[in-house]
């Protein structure tokens, strides 16, 4: 047995050309062989996206959508529990589909949906019918859509095939939101390089505030200066603040506050409190709202 993940994911920045657009999405597709001796005799593969509990199987035989191989095909030669123990069997395809939904599941999918390319007999439908599928809906032609609860397929994947293929400490949810909590990361602080922002403040009146990243050294230096200069109506500095970002060690380091490098915050705003600081969760709601 081989398993193979990719994992796609998708900027959703260029769609709202914004660089706090959120909503970045991912997708993993799953591939699984079984080969026999020097040949392939079953594949199966599926797809998850983050946030979706519901899991899709793409193709069940072999690769190139080619059938299960003649040698294994609606034979029940597959234990469920060990490979030599007695008891329960499975044919190879049934338990290549429930090995592939034991790995979905770990993305958090509870539900598991497939097409049955049925060719009119009304076999390969009842085939999924009696493992746990039931038809959603059909469409011209041979399309049959079909859904089963995951739970219900993993009872199919033979035990010491899961045991074997994948981690017991396995989670597939926790993987894709860290790649996407990365990758946005990433785009962000290449946005925020390429582009200042620039917002209009109500406090002091008419002020601008400015917010640039700029990066240090070579390419591969993760240090980046951070930098937010407040500006009057007539452009006159208020306050700045500067620091030195690592990415490498998500390590934020504070290097000035104040005006230029050597003057104090301007004495219109100096000790002005006007802003609602955002509550702490350890805070009592005593309906009090200090300003800073």
Partial sequence: LKAVLTIAVKDNQKNHGCIFASGTSAKCDIQI??????????????????????????????????????????????????????????TVAEAMLGLLAAILENFGCKRLELQAMDNGSGKLVMLYARLGFKLLSEKEGSAHFMEAPIRNIVELAPHYWVENLVPSDFDGQALLNGIVISTEADRSMAAWVKNPAIFASKRPADSKLEVSLTKLGFESDPRHLAQAVLTDSGGAELLSVRALLRTDTKLLRLQWIGIGRGLPAHPSIRGVRCFEPRPRPDQEADGKKPLR
Wanted: hydrophobic share 35%; proline share 5%; net charge positive.
């Fill in 33 to 90: 062989w079984a080969m026999g001796v020097g040949e392939e005799i079953a594949y199966a593969r599926g797809v998850v996206c983050l946030r979706k509990e519901s899991a899709k199987v793409s193709w069940l035989g072999r690769s190139q959508q080619r059938p299960i191989h003649d040698s294994v095909r609606g034979k029940q030669t597959t234990p469920i529990v060990s490979k030599d123990a007695e008891g329960p069997k499975r």
